[in-house]
């Protein structure tokens, strides 16, 4: 059973920078897709960006592309969210996804299909 818990949440002022982290509980961590979604609260849910298994394609939401930056580190088991010139509009709860059952397809252009793993969430807020 996959596990995924987030870290690296805060406070941060508009224009600075954050980098989330995400442990997997699971070796064969290079294996499958891993990705982020964030929830304002009032608004849906929204897939921000995803990263295949080899790491080799990776998809951003036009809402964070040429800002945020997606990573993951197989050594660590370890995924990463540095996200730049944060604005008001990032401020959300941000969580992990994993798809340990290979049913997610990642390409530059699209991340489409069901991550079964959810972590807790980690809270960003932007603000002056």
């Known amino acids: 059973q996959v596990q995924v818990v987030e870290s690296g949440g805060g406070l941060v002022q508009p224009g600075g920078s954050l980098r989330l982290s995400c442990t997997a509980s699971?070796?064969?961590?290079?294996?499958?897709?891993m990705g982020w979604f964030r929830q304002a609260p009032g608004k849906e849910r929204e897939k921000i960006s995803c990263i295949s298994g080899s790491g080799a394609s990776t998809y951003f939401a036009d809402s964070v592309k040429g800002r945020f930056t997606i990573s993951r580190d197989s050594a660590q088991n370890t995924l990463y969210l540095q996200m730049d010139s944060l604005q008001p509009e990032d401020t959300a709860m941000y969580y992990c996804?994993?798809?340990?059952?290979?049913?997610?397809?990642?390409?530059?252009?699209?991340?489409?299909?069901?991550?079964?793993?959810w972590g807790q969430g980690t809270q960003v807020t932007v603000s002056s």
């Open positions: 699971r070796l064969a961590f290079d294996n499958y897709p």
């Open positions: 996804v994993a798809d340990p059952g290979l049913q997610v397809l990642v390409t530059n252009r699209m991340c489409s299909g069901d991550f079964s793993v």
